[in-house]
């Protein structure tokens, strides 16, 4: 069992420099694109159009460059739980603004 | 339960001991799961830091809008966009370079992070022409010209130095944690059967990366 001697980091999981490569490659397409389609008026859409871009960034980010995606459980559950709780923020404040 | 838990971790040192094939520094019990944990716990707390930074935006911008998308264009989109892609290199380079360390190859490791660290500086040095030609152009809290601009606007820039500036101290704490862990690699205090600190200082330069991410859009594209 290698879980008996896991402070030794010898049985982690090892990404390719290839597949990091790509992944740096679809991030920069993804600005690229970001970039072009703000300066189309989509008139009130635009924001939510960036925030989109913007949040298939931060996924690619945090699923490969941070290993989101070879985690345990515990830390994807958490993480999730953490954005909810961010969104449920957000989400008030709008009703707030909005109800105003 | 607990006595279960520390049966294990006595067995556990056990284990170690029989496998003897490494330095006593590497044998010393740690904990990886452990310390990646709480580096995560670590970072969600800065993600409501500057999500509550955000939430500001989001309600100022719902009631200064046209003001705010007037302020955005007020900004160099190209210099946004050169940082943008200098952090995600680096955020690639630091990723490489825990492969790196895997495969055992501690100089491609090292060169990797020291180009990170490279384009860190010069993010920063970016960020200090892109304040001080605004700061030239009286845009700065408090100015003559500020007082005379609407609430929007002043509002906008506020944000603006406020959350870039605190984006710049995560990027000085960043290279700090890279320039220690380079250190570390150096002296053979992280090496591929022990780099949780690599991994650790990775996932801070990440998050600084992520939170560029959203701060690009929302303050230089808004159009």
């Known amino acids: 069992m290698t879980g008996n001697i896991d402070h030794i980091q010898s049985d982690a999981h090892i990404q390719s420099y290839g597949k990091l490569l790509g992944v740096l490659a679809i991030l920069l397409f993804l600005t690229a694109l970001t970039i072009i389609v703000s300066r189309i008026h989509f008139g009130g859409a635009n924001i939510w159009v960036a925030l989109i871009v913007a949040s298939v960034k931060s996924s690619f980010v945090l699923l490969f460059f941070m290993h989101l995606k070879y985690e345990s459980i515990l830390i994807k559950a958490s993480f999730l739980a953490t954005i909810g709780f961010l969104s449920i923020l957000i989400g008030f404040m709008f009703w707030d603004v909005a109800f105003r | 339960m607990i006595v279960n838990q520390s049966d294990s971790n006595y067995t556990d040192d056990k284990t170690c001991d029989a496998v003897g094939s490494h330095t006593d520094n590497e044998n010393k019990h740690y904990d990886i799961v452990g310390s990646r944990t709480g580096m995560w716990l670590f970072l969600y707390t800065e993600i409501m830091l500057f999500g509550g930074l955000f939430v500001l935006y989001a309600a100022y911008y719902r009631m200064y809008t046209a003001d705010f998308t007037g302020a955005g264009k007020e900004l160099d989109i190209l210099m946004g966009s050169i940082n943008t892609v200098m952090l995600l290199v680096s955020s690639f380079a630091v990723a490489a370079s825990i492969t790196a360390i895997q ?29 001080g030609h605004k700061i030239d152009l009286g845009i700065f809290p408090n100015s003559p010209l500020m007082e005379d601009s609407s609430h929007g606007r002043v509002l906008f820039f506020s944000l603006y130095y406020t959350i870039t500036a605190l984006h710049a101290i995560h990027i000085i704490i960043g290279m700090t944690l890279l320039a220690v862990t380079m250190a570390f690699i150096m002296t053979d205090k992280v090496t591929e059967h022990k780099y949780v600190l690599l991994e650790n200082a990775g996932l801070y330069w990440h998050l600084v990366d992520l939170i560029w991410i959203f701060i690009f859009p929302l303050f230089y594209l808004i159009y």
């Open chain 2, 103 to 131: 495969k055992k190859s501690r100089k491609v490791a090292l060169a990797f992070l020291g180009f990170a660290l490279f384009l860190g500086a010069m993010f920063l040095v970016n960020k200090y022409f892109e304040w």
